[in-house]
């Protein structure tokens, strides 16, 4: 996040904050340093988590009645049992962690945000699953798991597409080294025949929500690369009090079925199959989403063997 903490009045901030805006780059460059929403900063932090707990829309986390289904369809497709180790990467505040410790698997959550973490800490205490239920903050790219240890690893609603291709490509690499020979990886990615390519620009003011718990103007914009099927949003926000003014980008990035599958295979996986729309599972947003299921090589027999 690109913050104006200029030390004049609010009014001279507001004028250079307008002035910011007025001479933005035309488009932001790809994959800059510091794209990316500021997961770890503890105030976004906490207003992140208000958007994932709110049942009302699935902006940040899918509604309740949605995940039962997929936790239903996980435990299916990944072939999970009690007792199962599982990597739950960008878990934010373990909406599905304690879920899979509850039917009694052991889980380990892993996400940037610490307002989430602490919150899923108190979630698995108060489903009584804290024994098996562990979370750390960190980030994902930054973070190494213990090898050959899991059954099966999460990488759900389109978290992966947030890295650049070839961050995104070590972290498969990263959940291949963290499956035991025979575990599942599930990867969920945007349809890339669903995904919006056009540009646009939009605004709105609030008094509260994700971008500031006081008064503010909301300026976005969103570009698309078709040579590098990337998706570029900018997000300019301007606080009326205080007159400062938060750039941040977010970058999505777009995977036809065939490359995303390629990177897989090429990560150390044997099959991996493709499910479209959830495989028709009554999930309200599925048909925008792609779910890939990918077991680890090294051979069927040492499917078995478990650390």
């Known amino acids: 996040m690109n913050h104006d903490d200029s030390t004049s009045g609010p009014a001279r901030r507001l004028e250079r904050a307008l002035w910011r805006i007025y001479r933005r780059p035309e488009r932001p460059a790809l994959w800059q340093a510091g794209n990316n929403l500021p997961w770890h900063e503890p105030v976004f932090g906490e207003r992140m988590l208000r958007e994932h707990l709110d049942d009302a829309h ?3 986390s899918r509604k309740t009645v949605d995940r039962i289904w997929q ?4 435990w299916r497709h990944l072939a999970l049992n009690p007792g199962d180790r599982v990597l739950d990467l960008t878990c934010g ?3 599905y962690a304690v879920p899979l410790a509850e039917r009694g698997c052991e889980v380990l ?3 940037f945000n610490p307002a989430a973490i602490a919150y899923a800490r108190e979630l698995a205490i108060a489903a009584g699953v804290a024994g098996r239920c562990r979370f750390v903050q960190a980030d994902v790219t930054a973070w190494t798991p213990e090898p050959a240890r899991y059954d099966a690893v999460l990488f759900l609603y389109g978290q992966l597409a947030v890295f650049p291709p070839d ?4 972290l498969l690499q990263m959940t291949a080294t963290a499956l035991r020979p025979g575990g599942r990886l599930c990867v969920e990615l945007l349809d890339p025949d669903r995904v919006d390519r056009s540009s646009s620009r939009w605004w709105y003011t609030d008094d509260q929500g994700l971008w500031g718990d006081a008064p503010f103007l909301h300026l976005g914009e969103r570009f698309w690369d078709a040579e590098s099927l990337t998706s570029t949003e900018r997000f300019l926000i301007l606080h009326l009090e205080t007159g400062s003014l938060d750039e941040i980008l977010l970058h999505d990035q ?7 599958s390629g990177h897989i295979t090429a990560a150390g996986f044997a099959q991996v199959a493709v499910y479209a729309a959830w495989d028709g599972a009554p999930i309200a947003d599925a048909a925008e989403w792609v779910v890939y299921v990918a077991r680890r090589g090294d051979g069927d027999a040492a499917s078995e063997a478990r650390p």
């Open 71 to 74: 936790l239903a369809w996980l």
């Open 167 to 170: 961050q995104a490509r070590r």
């Open 93 to 95: 505040p373990g909406l």
């Open 58 to 60: 699935g902006a940040a």
């Open 109 to 111: 959550g892993v996400d």
């Open 254 to 260: 777009v995977y036809p079925v065939e490359v995303m």
